[in-house]
């Protein structure tokens, strides 16, 4: 069978696909990408369903090898890429022909890069979905020497890029209020509107922490909350009321207080967030929110429209004195972002 | 819905978003039999009438959570419609779900295998001894799942077991560990930190992925943690492979 053999891997790669909805009266979240966007983009570059299974790597990538001729795709935070040596660009899809081995580096923005193969990675579905969920024993970590199956391609370009604005910097959050925003004063959140946090050194698939200087957000009567459903981009002030935003590995359900809701939308760029880069937050309305989403949502409808062929850069073609190189050939206007060499 | 219920509990039932694509119906803002039962029958009722665009629930103890596609059914339609169904009758009143277990667990309470009964039965005012005796034949029900998957909150316990968490977290305990705060259990799914006091061990697993039925214990369904030797509970842990560890499971005649 066709796949990915594993040479080197990161300490935490994992499959993933968009999750296993449905099971949260079973105590089991939906679990999925880190980011979402991420496996649509994916998709996009290699023309198939965005519900395929990817290869989500955090922080370093590591070392794989082709058995049978592949298509891949590299999306999420850019990483140094190289395909037998030859640097390749992020956001884009590429030919990775049997034997020829794809070396990804430290992210160089970001925390979570996506592999992607032509036909996904068929592992064996567990409870509906491929989805690795580390929190509750569902699948492992891939390990050197594992093989990633590739399911069955139906096909096409490859050589294909994608632009994509950043979300790997931190930023602006838009946020709803939810069940236990108003146990904290309009002076508190007031306060959490206005302060700049910085993403915090405790960070996975289950949720993200914040750091601030001064004093934390408390709620009122913190202790007496009665454990209620959590869901994926709730802020919660955890004991020393700092925010911990929960991304889609997160617990069903849980006791401390949280101040609102981050948007769908906005999530992957918390989840992306690199330690130190700054997140803050705002407060806005439902109708606001659901607008975003609907432009979200048509944003990644027209996804699949928006490869374009991809634009060599001079270093990143090994045999370049072989080439007739005409002066303004290459435009920087037009590079693929991510391809910063 | 009946005057007396809201006389009991003002506001209650409220309805509250969550997130963008979430509901929640709580029925109380404490854990109360009542409120517990009514969010059962609650959530069995939303099940029965398949309203598209909720796309799942799930109860906590005196709630019900939607996730519903605000696409298809709007945050002020869905409202409108629970508030309905709220009013169509007095769901305080409800009969617990049918069709519950009692599952009677092999559980080994104490020893350093389960090293807080002796801290937990003082703070409970009682003798080891009795702490046992008292914890090995109270039926406690599964008030809801949650946390992690197909782990039960159970209760409730006598009123000396009303133990506040501790405020340092046990780094980790096993799973199949059975812990206890509050007038509740947890029997853990995973291995976890917890606040909770760890007071018996099972071989039980809550969760067994490869099984044809992976989430072994129900809402409503009733559990008895029965007392067993530790030498019994190693026999037990050693040959229970299909997680059951042991337990027993028969029907509850209603």
Same mark, same amino acid.
């Not at chain 1, 139906?154 to 632009?163: F, I, S, W």
């Not at chain 1, 930023?171 to 838009?174: E, M, N, P, Y």
């Not at chain 2, 979430?22 to 109380?28: A, D, E, K, Q």
């Not at chain 2, 039925?213 to 007392?227: C, K, N, V």
């Given at each position: 069978?066709?796949?990915?053999?594993?040479?080197?891997?990161?300490?935490?790669c994992?499959?993933?696909?968009?999750?296993?909805?449905?099971?949260?009266?079973?105590?089991?979240?939906?679990?999925?990408?880190?980011?979402?966007?991420?496996?649509?983009e994916?998709?996009?570059?290699?023309?198939?369903?965005?519900?395929?299974?990817a290869?989500?790597?955090?922080?370093?990538?590591?070392?794989?090898?082709?058995?049978?001729?592949?298509?891949?795709?590299?999306?999420?935070?850019p990483?140094?890429?190289?395909?037998?040596?030859?640097?390749?660009?992020?956001?884009?899809?590429?030919?990775?022909?049997?034997?020829?081995?794809?070396?990804?580096?430290?992210?160089?923005?970001?925390?979570?890069g996506?592999?992607?193969?032509?036909?996904?990675?068929?592992?064996?579905r567990?409870?509906?979905?491929?989805?690795?969920?580390?929190?509750?024993?569902?699948?492992?970590?891939?390990?050197?020497?594992?093989?990633l199956?590739?399911?069955?391609?139906?096909?096409?370009?490859?050589?294909?890029?994608?632009?994509?604005?950043?979300?790997?910097?931190g930023?602006?959050?838009?946020v709803?209020e939810?069940?236990q925003?108003?146990?904290?004063?309009?002076?508190?959140?007031?306060?959490?509107?206005?302060?700049?946090?910085?993403?915090?050194?405790?960070?996975?698939?289950?949720?993200?922490?914040?750091?601030?200087?001064?004093?934390?957000?408390?709620?009122?009567?913190?202790?007496?909350?009665?454990?209620?459903?959590?869901?994926?981009?709730?802020i919660?002030?955890?004991?020393?009321?700092?925010?911990f935003?929960?991304?889609?590995?997160?617990?069903?359900?849980?006791?401390?207080?949280?101040?609102?809701?981050?948007?769908?939308?906005?999530?992957?760029?918390?989840?992306?967030a690199?330690a130190?880069?700054?997140?803050?937050?705002?407060?806005?309305?439902r109708?606001?929110?659901?607008?975003?989403?609907?432009?979200?949502a048509?944003?990644?409808?027209g996804?699949?429209?928006?490869?374009?062929?991809?634009?060599?850069?001079?270093?990143?073609i090994?045999?370049?004195?072989?080439?007739?190189?005409?002066?303004?050939?290459?435009?920087?206007?037009?590079?693929?972002q991510?391809d910063?060499? | 819905?009946?005057?007396?219920?809201?006389?009991?509990?003002?506001?209650?039932?409220?309805?509250?978003?969550?997130?963008?694509s979430?509901?929640?119906?709580?029925?109380?803002d404490?854990?109360?039999?009542?409120?517990?039962?009514?969010?059962?029958?609650?959530?069995?009722?939303?099940?029965a009438?398949?309203?598209?665009?909720?796309?799942?629930?799930?109860?906590?103890?005196?709630?019900?959570?939607?996730?519903?596609?605000?696409?298809?059914?709007?945050?002020?339609?869905?409202?409108?419609?629970?508030?309905?169904?709220?009013?169509?009758?007095?769901?305080y009143a409800?009969?617990?779900?049918?069709?519950?277990?009692?599952?009677?667990?092999?559980?080994?309470?104490?020893?350093d295998?389960?090293?807080?009964?002796?801290?937990?039965?003082?703070a409970?005012?009682?003798?080891?001894?009795?702490?046992?005796?008292?914890?090995?034949?109270?039926r406690?029900?599964?008030?809801?799942?949650?946390?992690?998957?197909?782990?039960?909150?159970?209760?409730?316990?006598?009123?000396? @077991?009303?133990?506040?968490? %501790?405020? /340092?977290?046990?780094?980790?305990? =096993?799973?199949? !560990?059975?812990?206890? *705060?509050? #007038?509740?259990?947890?029997?853990?799914?995973?291995?976890?930190?917890?606040? @909770?006091?760890?007071?018996? %061990?099972t /071989?039980?697993?809550?969760?067994? =992925?490869?099984? !044809?039925?992976?989430? *072994?214990? #129900?809402?409503?369904?009733?559990?008895?943690?029965?007392?067993?030797?530790?030498p019994?509970?190693?026999?037990?842990?050693e040959?229970?492979?299909?997680?059951?560890?042991? !337990?027993?499971?028969?029907?509850?005649?209603?």
């Open positions: 069978m066709s796949g990915l053999r594993v040479h080197q891997a990161g300490p935490a994992t499959v993933q696909d968009p999750g296993r909805p449905g099971f949260l009266g079973q105590g089991l979240s939906r679990g999925g990408a880190a980011d979402p966007l991420a496996l649509v994916g998709a996009a570059l290699l023309g198939q369903d965005a519900g395929l299974a290869l989500e790597i955090a922080g370093f990538g590591g070392v794989f090898e082709a058995e049978g001729d592949l298509r891949i795709a590299l999306t999420g935070a990483m140094a890429a190289e395909i037998d040596g030859a640097r390749v660009a992020w956001n884009a899809s590429h030919a990775l022909i049997a034997g020829q081995r794809l070396s990804l580096g430290a992210v160089r923005a970001g925390c979570y996506y592999l992607h193969l032509g036909g996904g990675i068929d592992t064996p567990v409870l509906g979905a491929r989805a690795v969920h580390l929190a509750a024993g569902l699948g492992r970590a891939v390990a050197a020497g594992d093989q199956p590739a399911g069955r391609d139906r096909g096409g370009e490859t050589g294909l890029a994608l632009e994509v604005a950043d979300r790997f910097s930023g602006a959050l838009r709803v939810g069940v925003t108003p146990l904290f004063s309009p002076e508190v959140r007031a306060r959490f509107e206005a302060t700049e946090f910085v993403r915090g050194g405790r960070a996975n698939r289950m949720g993200v922490a914040l750091d601030c200087p001064g004093e934390g957000f408390a709620a009122e009567g913190q202790l007496a909350i009665l454990s209620e459903v959590i869901v994926p981009g709730d919660q002030m955890t004991g020393d009321g700092r925010p935003v929960l991304l889609p590995e997160c617990q069903t359900t849980g006791g401390y207080p949280r101040i609102g809701t981050v948007i769908p939308c906005d999530l992957p760029k918390v989840a992306q690199p130190g880069a700054p997140l803050r937050f705002c407060f806005v309305s109708a606001v929110a659901l607008e975003a989403e609907a432009r979200h048509s944003h990644l409808a996804l699949r429209r928006a490869p374009r062929p991809l634009v060599r850069h001079p270093g990143d090994p045999d370049l004195l072989g080439y007739q190189l005409i002066s303004g050939a290459v435009s920087a206007h037009h590079e693929p991510g910063s060499e | 819905m009946t005057a007396n219920d809201r006389q009991i509990r003002p506001g209650f039932p409220a309805l509250r978003p969550v997130g963008l979430g509901m929640l119906v709580s029925f109380s404490r854990l109360e039999e009542p409120a517990n039962r009514a969010a059962l029958a609650f959530r069995a009722a939303v099940e009438e398949r309203k598209a665009g909720i796309a799942e629930t799930a109860t906590s103890l005196a709630s019900l959570f939607l996730r519903f596609d605000p696409e298809v059914l709007s945050h002020d339609a869905l409202s409108d419609w629970l508030q309905g169904l709220l009013a169509a009758r007095d769901w409800a009969a617990l779900p049918g069709g519950r277990r009692l599952i009677r667990v092999p559980t080994l309470y104490g020893t295998l389960a090293p807080q009964l002796e801290e937990a039965a003082a409970a005012g009682m003798g080891v001894e009795a702490a046992i005796a008292d914890l090995g034949t109270t406690v029900r599964v008030l809801t799942i949650g946390f992690a998957p197909g782990q039960p909150y159970l209760g409730p316990l006598g009123a000396d @077991w009303d133990l506040p968490r %501790q405020t /340092a977290l046990t780094a980790q305990v =096993p799973v199949g !560990a059975l812990v206890l *705060a509050v #007038r509740q259990f947890v029997l853990f799914a995973a291995s976890s930190p917890t606040g @909770w006091r760890h007071v018996g %061990q /071989a039980f697993r809550c969760f067994r =992925p490869e099984a !044809a039925a992976p989430f *072994a214990l #129900r809402p409503g369904d009733e559990m008895l943690f029965e007392p067993v030797s530790k019994e509970f190693l026999r037990i842990a040959r229970a492979t299909d997680g059951a560890g042991g !337990a027993v499971i028969g029907e509850i005649a209603e």
